[in-house]
């Protein structure tokens, strides 16, 4: 009998959604972690268009790219109709991003990415202190309005290095339910690879493991392999 998640949402990928027991959970922190060029913001809009068109409401917070280069990517996957509420602000901060997803009613918010955030007051203290307490505060958020957030992180990785849990820092990785990596090996060493690998590297309600996958370069979304 198939099982039925009522505190999750899907991220309209089968396998990956098998291993998170069903999706993303509802009050939950998940990070989405990789080195440059995996196309981390690629994945991410990928799974806010699929939470989009299944009637949820989504907030995607750019903090790199303005709006118009978000549509543009959207169009690419096909996706240019979809009503994903997108906020392009800079320098955001914890106390912002609440107040938008309030006011928005949103049921999934996602973040690209936690090293552009910043704190609610500055202080002298260490970035490593501020995106603690940044992370905590997401954490806190998402209890709070019963969503799922989702962030991207970046990981300084050479040499095609797949990565692992102890290549996110602690701060980061103490905090979240959930952490998906991407790896493509070749395309980090000179190769355009599509084949790539998603990777939960931690998962407090489901398990752990790999997804094969493939990236269309042309359509630019992120596909299982059959298996």
Known sequence: ???????????????LDALL?????KGNLN??????????????????AYIAKSGKRVCFFSLEMPN???????????NADVPIIVDDASAIT???IRKKLVTEEADVAIIDYIGLISPNKKRKISRIKEVSEIVFELKEIAKELDIPIIFLAFLSLNNGK???????????????????????G?????????????????????????IEATF????????????
Request: aromatic letters at 8%; hydrophobic letters at 35%.
């Open 216 to 227: 269309d370069l042309e359509r630019q979304v992120f596909l299982e392999k059959e298996l």
């Open 162 to 184: 797949k990565p692992r849990l102890n290549d996110l820092p602690l701060e980061i990785e103490k905090d979240a339910s959930v952490v998906l990596f991407l790896h493509r």
């Open 1 to 15: 009998m198939k099982k039925i998640y009522n505190d999750v949402i899907s991220t309209g990928m089968t396998g």
């Open 21 to 25: 027991e069903g999706g993303f959970r």
């Open 186 to 210: 070749a395309h980090c060493c000179g190769v355009n690879s599509s084949d790539t690998e998603i990777i939960i590297g931690k998962n407090q309600y489901g398990y752990s493991g790999t």
């Open 68 to 78: 118009y280069q978000v549509k543009e990517r959207l169009a690419k996957q096909g």
């Open 94 to 96: 914890p106390k912002y």
């Open 31 to 48: 990070v989405i972690a990789a080195g440059p060029g995996m196309g981390k913001t690629t994945f991410a809009m990928q799974f806010a």
